[in-house]
């Protein structure tokens, strides 16, 4: 088993252009979350999904969106880069209590 | 939501001594709170855990205590060794829509 697999793990953006983080799991979990972590500020949560085809905003979802049109896979996404998106971002996946995260993907914007 | 209070941010001991970190939590309905290390340019790993029905739970040198009536929870490392020099995550939940992490402690072991 991969676990929680994140592509890319490193993107430079110019201000303005878009991207997606694809997040992919092999643990067959319902449950899947995108954190961004910033130094001094934790781990925040931007979007979740409890199941395939559902998804849900967390505490710092503005500026993103995601997809859950699988079961294994949930996508972020960025229509529109902003500097202040500069960040680590980690996927996860949750069963009985426990988070398993991705490598996580450091991205930034210029 | 969930509030997660996490202290100190930085917490330096010498090697062999005893570290403690502390958490506070502000939704009363919340039931489980893990703990999280977090190496230098790893992922967070999950250390350890309790629920709200139990008070203290131990593994190996780590320990962790739960107080439900005041919403803090610690945890407790003896005999620290220099691997355990890292980022330390607490946090909360009582559903399925993520934890609440607290800030994060940068646990420091001095030689």
């Known amino acids: 088993n991969a676990g929680v697999t994140q592509t890319p793990k490193f993107r430079v953006l110019k201000t303005g252009q878009s991207m997606t983080l694809l997040c992919a799991q092999d643990?067959?979990?319902?449950?899947m979350y995108w954190y961004r972590q910033d130094p001094g500020m934790g781990l925040r949560l931007i979007h979740y999904?409890?199941?395939?085809?559902?998804?849900a905003k967390g505490e710092v979802p503005d500026g993103y969106n995601v997809s859950r049109l699988k079961k294994q896979n949930f996508l972020l996404g960025l229509e529109s880069a902003a500097p202040s998106q500069t960040s680590v971002y980690f996927c996860?996946?949750?069963?009985?209590?426990?988070?398993?995260f991705g490598e996580g993907s450091r991205l930034t914007v210029l | 939501g969930e509030n997660v209070e996490q202290h100190p941010s930085t917490l330096s001991v010498q090697e062999g001594d005893s570290a403690v970190i502390k958490c506070t939590y502000s939704?009363?309905?919340?039931?489980?709170f893990p703990w999280y290390k977090q190496e230098l340019g790893k992922r967070p790993q999950l250390i350890i855990d309790i629920r709200s029905n139990v008070g203290e739970k131990k593994d190996q040198r780590i320990a962790v205590t739960l107080n439900k009536t005041a919403k803090h929870f610690s945890l407790h490392i003896t005999e620290t060794q220099p691997e355990d020099s890292a980022v330390y995550f607490c946090?909360?939940?009582?559903?399925?829509?993520?934890?609440?992490f607290g800030k994060g402690t940068h646990l420091i072991i001095q030689p």
């Open positions: 999904s409890v199941g395939e085809g559902t998804t």
């Open positions: 643990m067959n979990h319902e449950y």
């Open positions: 939704d009363s309905a919340s039931n489980y």
């Open positions: 946090a909360a939940s009582n559903r399925a829509d993520g934890l609440t």
């Open positions: 996860a996946s949750f069963e009985t209590g426990e988070l398993f």
